[in-house]
């Protein structure tokens, strides 16, 4: 496995990935019309840093990640003038489990140290239980005051999807 940013001809296939990724953690539900923002892979990388996890032949995309370098990016969820973010954590459910969402982070992490930020800011949902482990066994920690809960579509206010909020300190 290699990874480096992603080549213009790679984002179908990094948004298809990225779909399929979170369906599966909602028991293969559809997502309504967060599933096209999460397609929409070349628009991230415009104006974010979209880096991938590719095979030995360099071809095969096997996942990908957002990093969002400030607070002025439209991919950002955060104020802080200080922080980086990591949105759109993703890896093919073929290929789970063999450290390669590990491997997105600590690029987002090196990443965000060579560019001096000073906090690294990321979302997460209940459901996503190994990736909060993920999370928490790098250093992250939760930070209730940056929870958000969304209600639009396919969520409402009597059913929000709660996005844990989780910092890394550099």
Known sequence: MRLRSILPDECDALGEITVAAFRQLM????????????????????????????????????????????????????????????????????????????????????????????RIILHSTPVMEVARAMYEQLGFDTAPALDVWVTEEPYSAQNPLHLIAYVLTL
């Not at 415009?46 to 990908?64: K, P, Y």
């Open 27 to 118: 028991g293969g539900a559809a997502l309504g019309g967060y599933e096209e923002v999460l397609r929409d892979v070349a628009s991230r990388s415009d104006d974010c840093d979209v880096i991938v996890a590719v095979g030995a032949n360099d071809h095969v995309v096997m996942g990908g990640v957002t990093y969002v370098p400030d607070a002025t990016r439209s991919m950002s969820e955060f104020s802080d003038p200080e922080a980086a973010g990591i949105r759109m954590l993703a890896v093919d459910p073929e290929h789970q489990g063999a450290g390669i969402g590990g491997a997105l982070v600590e690029a987002c992490i090196a990443r965000a140290r060579a560019q001096h930020r000073k």
